[in-house]
Each structure stands twice: as structure tokens, then as C-alpha cells.
């Protein structure tokens, strides 16, 4: 085996990502990957001979010249993914409780503003007034712009800002802060907490431009082991790190659980930032670093129901639906039991030769992990294990019987388009994405002390990095913009940040 350069544990996008860019310059990477299927939240399940995402159900910045577009291209797999772009219109339509209008968010600044004046005719500056600050705020992202050359203090200014409570200001018609809020399941948007800036750079993505995957997001994951191994690297699927083993200073080796010892001269962690360091026992690290990166808390997790649909009883739409409760746009996450849920999103993707109907159908809510308690000593992944028992499987009908009768509410056809139900809840995320909570999206950003959940890429350790969405952004996107801002600091310069921005 030749020696490798660089270890990186977890094959997420964020993984692989930077797996393959180092690996472009040159470097011998491997891939460690806990699973039997690489690619984190891009991972795929097959029912009913369907294809279901697990996670990821749309991506944005993919059109020509966009952000992602270009980190893909430089890739070198941008031509090979098999995408459609949703809905120019309306990626996404925002429902609000009995209200039968559905709200559009079209791609296209110009379309997007066009078209909620059409909803909204008497709000004209507030429109143009949250466009404005959308694309203002992201432009002080460089990283985000593939601009080399940036400075923190761009951003500083505006990472203090609260999301809602910037919407909020723009215009008092609660309808309209509603409608510009309400996909934000999409960053587990809290009033109070989450900060304006990461609503703008996830807003903006879809903005400029939405995609689905034909067939799954797995085919990212595909092309970049591909890629890695083509390069020479390479990509082990069930290999659990266990350890990462310190020596004079330096990361030395890590060790798996099936025994094996993997030594290289550069490590990167591309799970969470707490996980990592539980195996790595090193009086290197201080104390108070540990106890941050323990105690920051993580964004909610979910519950979602993944449907096979009977042929041709469910129109496909090129859009995703999202609903919530009057008045509860930004505290969704809040819900008492009683009240559950107070929001969902609902995604669909075609058939096969039909892009009228609907294939599969897939539902998700937010569900708290502690809601799992009873179950939380259970484990099950692929291959399936002796599962988690009667009761969990009666509370997973259950909430899922809650769940579908609102959604059949707004869609009633759905009611007799169910072929079969596969659904998943917080310990199902836990277990697959080997968090410690099946969070979301990793650690919450915080508007009020945004400083402490941006995590450095850079450790104390010399050749110990991290990435992931845990450290700037979530996302498909943001995971691989973090990716390169790690190859950025392992490269010690920004000439990829060029490379990429003028492939
Ligand atoms: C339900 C859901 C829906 C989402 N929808 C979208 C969407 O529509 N669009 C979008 O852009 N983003 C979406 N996201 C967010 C996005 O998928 C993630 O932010 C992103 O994929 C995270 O990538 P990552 O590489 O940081 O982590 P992950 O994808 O979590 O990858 C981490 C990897 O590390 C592996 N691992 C963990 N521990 C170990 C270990 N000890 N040893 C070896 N391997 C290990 C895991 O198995 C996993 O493969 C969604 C996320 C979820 C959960």
C-alpha cells in the first residue's frame, strides 16, 4: 500500500469533498467511512424498487457559474450529475395554516420579487428591501463568493443579526414574514437564535438557483469516490474510527474498530467536532476547548415518512411544500406534545417515464430526540440489526398517523395514494449519520454569541483539521465551501479558492 498523505474520517459530502480536492493536488487520501454506504446525508435507501433520499431533497447554486456549479466543475463531476431544475416559478410554496393561497419563492431575483408582489402589492420596499439584504449579506461570505483574499471582519458586522428579528423589521404585515420564513425547516430556523446570515446564504442558494437529483443524491457521493480513486486515494466503507492516537505532539494514527491502524501525515475530521475529540485523548487539546465544542448545542432533529406511491394517484410537483401553523413560523421546534407537529415540509419526485405523477413522497417534520428516550440505548443501521423493538415501531405509527392526517388535510389525494410507509425518527438519523442526537444539521448557530459556534478548521494540533457542517454552514453547499476553506488552511494559501473560481 503506498504511504498516505491524508486521513480523512467520515465520507459526508464535507468528506469527500475535501478528499477529492487534495487529492487533485496531488496528495494520497483515504477515506474512512463508518458505513457500507459512503456519503452521510447524501445516502440513499431502495423500497418497493424506489429510490428515497434519506436527507438531502434539493440543492442550490448548481445553475452555470454559481458557487457550487464551479467547486463541482473544478471536480470534475458537474457534467456527470443527473439533475432537473425545479420549478422556475416556485422551488418552493409556502402554506400557512387554513390560508388556500400557496406562496411561492421563485428562482431568479427578479422573478422571486415579481412574484410575491403579486400576493403582496402593498409591500414593494419590503420586498426589494429583504432581496437587497439577502444578496448584501452574502456578498460579505468570500469564501461563499469563491473570493480569495477575504477578511473576517467583512462579515463581523453582520453575523449578529437575528433572523426573525431582521425579517420582523422589514415589514408588519405578519403574512409576508411568514412567507419569507417559511422553508426555514431548511436551517432549523429559531426566533431569538438563528442568525440572519445563515438564513441569507441558504435562502440565496435556492434563490439563485434549485435542483433536484434524478434518482438520488447518492450519485454525488458515487462520482466523487470515483474521482478519489482514480487519483489514487482511496474510499474504505465499514470502517469505524474508534481512536485518533496522538504522539509528540501530532495526530500519529487512527485506529477502527475492526482493528485497523491507519498512519498518515495529515488528519481530518469530517464528523462532529465533539465526537472527534471523545477519541482523542490528548493533554494537547485545552480543557475549555473540550468543554465549547461539548456544550454547543446542536439543531433539532426529525421525523420524516418516506412514501411509495400507487402509479399515477399523486401529481409530481417540480416544487417543495411547506406548511406551519399560524403564528408559529419561528418556533416550530417548540411544539408540546398535543400540539405536534406545527410544521412539515413535503418533497416528491417523478416516476419513471411520467413527470406528471409522483413516484415517492416524502414528509418531514421536526421531532425532538428526547422524545425517543425509552428507545435510546437501541442501534440499527444497515445491515439491519434486531431492530428497536414493539413499542417503538407502535410510536412510530402512531406519529406517523398524526403526521399524515394533517398533511391529507392540505393534499386529501394523498389518502388513497399510499402504497407503503418507511419512516424514520431521530435515532434513525442518529444511528445512520453517527451523531450523538441525529441533529439535523449539526451545531446551531447562534445570533447572540455567533463567535463561539464558528468553528476554526485549524486545531492546536498541527496536522489535525476538521470540516463538515458543523464548522460554517450545513447544506450540500455550505459543507463544501467549509471543505475548502480546510483545504485552504492545509494548502496554507487560497490559490485552489482561484482555481476553483476561474475553472
Ligand atoms: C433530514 C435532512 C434533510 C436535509 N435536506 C437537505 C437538502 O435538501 N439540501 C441540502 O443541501 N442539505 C440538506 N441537509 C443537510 C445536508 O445534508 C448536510 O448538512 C450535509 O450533507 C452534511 O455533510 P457532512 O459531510 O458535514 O456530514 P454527514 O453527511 O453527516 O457525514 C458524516 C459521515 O461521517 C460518518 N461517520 C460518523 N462517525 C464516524 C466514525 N467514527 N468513523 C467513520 N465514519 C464516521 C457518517 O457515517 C457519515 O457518512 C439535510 C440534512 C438532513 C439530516
Redesign the pocket.
Known amino acids: 500500500m503506498q504511504p498516505i498523505d491524508i486521513i480523512i474520517?467520515?465520507?459526508?459530502?464535507?468528506?469527500l469533498v475535501c478528499a477529492n480536492l487534495l487529492a487533485k493536488e496531488g496528495y494520497t487520501v483515504c477515506v474512512?467511512?463508518?458505513?457500507r454506504q459512503t456519503?452521510?446525508?447524501?445516502q440513499i435507501f431502495s423500497r418497493d424498487k424506489r429510490i428515497f433520499d434519506s436527507?438531502?431533497?434539493?440543492?442550490g447554486g448548481l445553475g452555470k457559474g454559481q458557487n457550487l456549479y464551479q467547486i463541482f466543475h473544478w471536480l470534475g463531476i458537474m457534467d456527470q450529475l443527473k439533475l432537473e431544475k425545479m420549478e422556475e416559478s416556485a422551488f418552493d410554496k409556502i402554506l400557512i395554516g387554513n390560508d388556500p393561497v400557496e406562496y411561492p419563492l421563485a428562482q431568479g431575483y427578479e422573478r422571486f420579487k415579481e412574484n410575491l408582489l403579486l400576493h403582496f402589492p402593498d409591500e414593494s420596499a419590503a420586498i426589494r428591501n429583504y432581496s437587497e439584504a439577502l444578496q448584501s449579506v452574502c456578498g460579505k461570505f468570500p469564501l461563499y463568493n469563491l473570493r480569495s483574499g477575504g477578511q473576517y471582519s467583512e462579515k463581523q458586522e453582520v453575523l449578529e443579526i437575528d433572523a426573525k428579528e431582521f425579517i420582523d423589521s422589514l415589514t408588519a404585515n405578519p403574512k409576508l414574514r411568514s412567507v419569507l420564513a417559511g422553508n426555514n425547516i431548511l436551517y432549523a430556523g429559531e426566533g431569538g437564535k438563528t442568525p440572519f446570515y445563515i438564513h441569507a446564504l441558504v435562502t440565496n442558494s435556492y434563490i439563485e438557483s434549485s435542483w433536484k437529483c434524478i434518482n438520488g443524491g447518492s450519485q454525488i457521493a458515487r462520482l466523487l469516490a470515483k474521482n478519489i480513486r482514480a487519483l489514487g486515494g482511496m474510499v474504505l466503507t465499514g470502517?469505524?474510527?474508534t481512536h485518533i492516537q496522538e504522539e509528540g505532539g501530532r495526530i500519529a494514527s487512527v485506529r477502527t474498530a475492526d482493528g485497523g491502524d491507519y498512519k498518515a501525515q495529515i488528519f481530518i475530521s469530517?464528523?462532529h467536532p465533539d465526537?472527534a475529540l471523545q477519541m482523542l485523548p490528548t493533554s494537547q487539546l485545552r480543557p475549555a476547548f473540550r468543554r465549547r465544542m461539548h456544550q454547543l448545542e446542536n439543531s433539532v432533529s426529525?421525523f420524516?415518512i418516506n412514501i411509495s406511491l400507487k402509479k399515477n394517484s399523486f401529481p409530481y410537483l417540480r416544487h417543495n411544500c411547506y406548511w406551519h401553523r399560524e403564528g408559529r413560523t419561528w418556533d416550530m421546534q417548540q411544539y408540546t406534545k398535543p400540539e405536534w407537529p406545527l410544521g412539515y415540509a413535503l418533497f416528491t419526485s417523478p416516476g419513471i417515464g411520467t413527470d406528471q405523477y409522483a413516484e415517492t413522497l416524502s414528509i418531514?417534520t421536526y421531532m425532538r430526540t428526547e422524545e425517543l428516550s425509552p428507545w435510546a440505548s437501541t442501534f440499527h443501521t444497515d445491515p439491519p440489526s434486531a431492530g428497536r423493538g414493539e413499542s417503538y415501531e407502535q410510536f412510530k405509527a402512531g406519529r406517523a398517523e398524526i403526521l399524515l392526517k394533517l398533511v391529507q388535510e392540505r393534499f386529501p389525494q394523498l389518502e388513497n395514494a399510499i402504497q407503503s410507509c418507511y419512516i424514520a425518527t431521530p435515532l434513525s438519523?442518529r444511528d445512520y449519520?453517527?451523531t450523538s442526537d441525529g441533529s439535523?444539521?449539526g451545531i446551531a448557530k447562534d445570533s447572540k454569541d455567533p463567535v463561539k459556534t464558528l468553528i476554526s478548521p485549524k486545531t492546536k494540533l498541527p496536522n489535525f483539521y476538521f470540516t463538515?457542517?458543523?464548522l460554517n454552514l450545513?447544506?450540500?453547499?455550505?459543507?463544501s465551501i467549509t471543505a475548502l476553506a480546510t483545504c485552504n488552511e492545509i494548502l496554507g494559501n487560497e490559490s485552489l479558492t482561484d482555481k476553483i473560481a476561474n475553472a
Open positions: 474520517i467520515g465520507s459526508g459530502i464535507g468528506g474512512l467511512e463508518k458505513n456519503g452521510g446525508c447524501l436527507s438531502v431533497h434539493y440543492i470502517k469505524k474510527v469530517a464528523i465526537q426529525c420524516s418531514l438519523y449519520l453517527g439535523l444539521y463538515g457542517q458543523n450545513h447544506g450540500i453547499l455550505g459543507a
